[in-house]
């Protein structure tokens, strides 16, 4: 195992990032101190986290600046990030600044199986059935264009019918086939909920023609 090194951790509530995911994120006091922090750095790159009420989060993401600028139309500053690799969460640490350190792991992705490939290729059917419905063009030919399974699954941290506590769950789950497992479920039943929603509403306006 890699030595664990030290970054500033900034964590988050909403969003809650995924590896692959790019990202504003509003700078108030902490977190420009952790962008702040980052920058300064040797490796430009900080930890995000999910804060959750529950409990303190095992796994963050390792992310790098992409901009740091005004927001428009307005006060304030945003960074943008992108979520390059998980990790694991160890001791606090100390580190120049005001920002929070900590010692992180970073997880190292398995080569993919035949069992990978498969439930990959289930849950992109799945995924491309949900955004063929949206006729969400753009991001069909995105997703028909990813090869790498782990990063077919950690899409799903944009996917607005999830919770944050099941975005973190997917954080949290290293193994890329349990995580692809528990998609496919989850996909099945969101996509089962809107062909009932959609038959609803289709009901709905053949009444109101008829009358």
Do not use: C
Not at 144 to 160: K, Q
């Amino acid at each position: 195992m890699a030595e664990a090194t030290s970054v500033p951790v900034l964590f988050l509530s909403d969003p809650i990032v995924l590896p692959g995911m790019v990202v504003p994120i509003t700078l108030d006091d902490t977190a420009r101190a952790a962008v702040d922090a980052a920058r300064a750095s040797d490796s430009g790159t900080l930890l995000i986290a999910p804060r959750l009420d529950d409990r303190y989060p095992t796994h963050g993401v390792i992310a790098s600046i992409v901009q740091v600028g005004r927001v428009a139309g307005g006060t304030g500053s945003a960074a943008v990030v992108r979520g390059e690799k998980r990790a694991h969460i160890g001791a606090g640490t100390t580190g120049p600044g005001t920002a929070l350190w900590v010692l992180v792991d970073e997880v190292e992705e398995l080569e993919a199986t035949d069992e990978i490939r498969s439930l990959a290729a289930e849950y992109k059917k799945l995924l491309l059935a949900l955004l063929q419905r949206r006729e969400a063009w753009q991001i069909v030919d995105h997703v028909n264009g990813l090869t790498d399974p782990s990063a077919l699954a950690d899409t799903a941290g944009y996917a607005s019918y999830l919770t944050a506590e099941q975005k973190r769950q997917l954080l949290e789950t290293t193994d890329v086939a349990q995580r692809l497992r528990v998609l496919v479920e989850w996909m099945g039943e969101h996509l089962a909920e809107v062909e009932v929603n959609d038959k609803i509403a289709e009901d709905v306006r053949a009444g109101m023609d008829k009358q």
